[in-house]
Structures are given as structure tokens and as C-alpha cells.
């Protein structure tokens, strides 16, 4: 079973030898995935609907590895204890979902040292809550699928030995700390298109003149700002 690029790169955050929940498994790929790497760890395939974990049993049996992946009926932590396991992913549901996830049950995500997380939206709110939740971004990746770009993080409590006093930056929170201080080659390409399609837009807003378009005009223009400033930080030319 090969993963696509999008869950190659969650699994990949996955530190070895981590006893690994996954929230909302889905077909339960990663999970299998990470049995293959290693046939010591503890898996446990989780999601809230009994259709998508009918999937992932069928998927599991067929890799052999039912007595490797446990399957629970869980919205969110709530069928994890204190404890279980070590790491938590959280990949391909909202950033909103995802911030309730980890709000829902304190015990479980105290006691949880890892979580990977991949929202599909509002990845600045995951970001921003992190920050002020005394959590740590650690480790930060992103990858282009199909025309689409996935950002992904992995993150600790703050107390794990991982400080971080200054605060995190507008475009920090939009595209990501670590990805533009290791000059991500897929967040460059990704910067460089919606620069591209703001600039496009701008063009189809100034020739429309409407007040609703002058209106757009303003929000376009703040979004393409904080693009280039991005681009400049991502170059260094920003400090």
C-alpha cells in the first residue's frame, strides 16, 4: 500500500517507536503505514462514524494487521484514556474540529507528548491557539497534490523542553514559522501562485470599478501585502 504525498508526509512527522492515535482515520492508511515501519508500536485507528471505520477494518484485514490496529468508535478523545498513547494525528478535517478535538478532553491531551496535525482549513487559528495554549510548533511541512497545497506541524506541550518566547508573527500564523525559516521549496511555490492569482484579481477589480468591487479591491490588496511580506521573510530580507 503506497500513501498519497499528503499522508506520506503526516505519517512522516510520526516520531518512531510512538504508540499513535489517529483522529478520524478514515480508511485507516496511516495507521497501516505505520504498523509496516514498525511492528512494535501501539496503533489505534479512531473516528466518529461507523462507515469509515468499516473501511478501515476491511483495509486493515487485507494488510493482516488486525491484531496490530485497534479500532474504536470515538468523536475525538473521547474514547482514549489518559495516557494510551503518545502521539496524537489529526489530519484532513477542519482547523475549527481541530482546536474542539484538543479542547474536549483536557486528561487525554495532557497526557499526549506529540500531535500531528494537517487541517484542511483555518490553519492560522490552529496556530495561533497552539501559541497561546502553551504549545510549541516544532517541526513544520507542506506538500502540493494534485494542485493543492497541504501545510502540516507537529507540535509539543511548551513544557517539554521546547520554548518559544517571541511571539509569532501575522504571516508567521499564515504560513508558518518553520517553513519559511527552513525556505520551504513548496511554500515558495505556493506564495508565488497566490501572489499570481491576487494580482489577477486585482486587475479584474479595477476594470469592474464597482463599489463592491473597491470593497474587494481593499481586502485583495491587504491579502497580496501580506504575501509579499511572506516572499521577503522567506528571502530574507525581513527580519
Do not use: C
Amino acid at each position: 500500500m503506497e500513501l498519497s504525498k499528503r499522508l506520506s508526509a503526516v505519517a512522516g512527522l510520526v516520531t518512531e517507536g510512538a504508540s499513535v492515535a489517529d483522529i478520524g482515520t478514515d480508511h485507516g492508511y496511516i495507521p497501516i503505514w505505520l504498523a509496516k515501519r514498525d511492528p512494535s508500536v501501539r496503533l489505534i485507528a479512531m473516528d466518529v462514524n461507523e462507515g469509515p471505520l468499516e473501511r478501515a477494518r476491511k483495509h486493515i484485514l487485507a494488510e493482516g494487521l488486525s491484531d496490530r490496529i485497534e479500532l474504536r468508535l470515538s468523536d475525538g478523545f473521547s474514547a482514549l484514556k489518559p495516557g494510551e498513547v503518545h502521539t496524537i494525528i489529526a489530519a484532513g478535517m477542519g482547523g475549527g474540529l481541530v482546536i474542539h478535538i484538543l479542547e474536549a478532553s483536557p486528561s487525554v491531551t495532557a497526557s499526549v507528548k506529540e500531535f500531528i496535525l494537517q487541517p484542511q482549513s483555518g490553519i492560522e487559528r490552529v496556530r495561533a491557539y497552539l501559541e497561546s495554549h502553551d504549545y510549541t510548533v516544532i517541526r513544520e511541512e507542506m506538500v502540493e497534490e494534485d494542485g493543492k497545497y497541504y501545510p502540516m506541524m507537529k507540535a509539543v506541550h511548551a513544557e517539554e523542553g521546547w520554548p518559544e518566547t517571541r511571539p509569532w508573527s501575522r504571516v508567521e500564523l499564515l504560513y508558518g514559522r518553520d517553513l519559511l525559516a527552513r525556505r520551504h521549496p513548496v511554500l515558495r511555490d505556493y506564495l508565488l501562485r497566490e501572489r499570481r492569482i491576487r494580482e489577477e484579481i486585482l486587475l479584474r477589480l479595477e476594470k469592474a470599478g464597482t463599489p463592491g468591487a473597491l470593497l474587494r479591491e481593499k481586502e485583495v490588496d491587504r491579502e497580496l501585502e501580506e504575501i509579499r511580506e511572506a516572499l521577503d521573510v522567506y528571502e530574507g530580507k525581513e527580519q
